[in-house]
């Protein structure tokens, strides 16, 4: 994968040329202590930067990207896929 690889969204999957990451909801936990692993509850929803010129940051705007709104109440973990091997960055 190169740092040119198109970047695409599709059902709420980020496709990074042949990497796909997907972003997990699920249950935020006490800091202390073990715990099970807590439940999936369903991918969050991504957003596209440039649909929302009137409320996003001009910063955000002139950079481009995705987001996604997540409440304080709420944690994720990442899903990763891949058909070849490949390196990101998080």
Excluded: C, K
């Amino acid at each position: 994968m190169t740092t040119n690889s198109p970047v695409t969204i599709a059902h709420d999957v980020l496709q990074l040329g042949p990497v796909q990451v997907s972003f997990q909801r699920t249950l935020r936990l006490p800091e202390t202590g073990l715990h099970a692993l807590p439940p999936g509850l369903g991918r969050f929803r991504l957003r596209r930067v440039a649909d929302y010129p009137d409320t996003a940051p001009a910063d955000w705007l002139e950079r481009g990207g995705v987001m996604l709104p997540v409440y304080q109440r709420e944690a994720m973990w990442l899903s990763f896929v891949s058909s070849e091997p490949a390196a990101l960055q998080v």
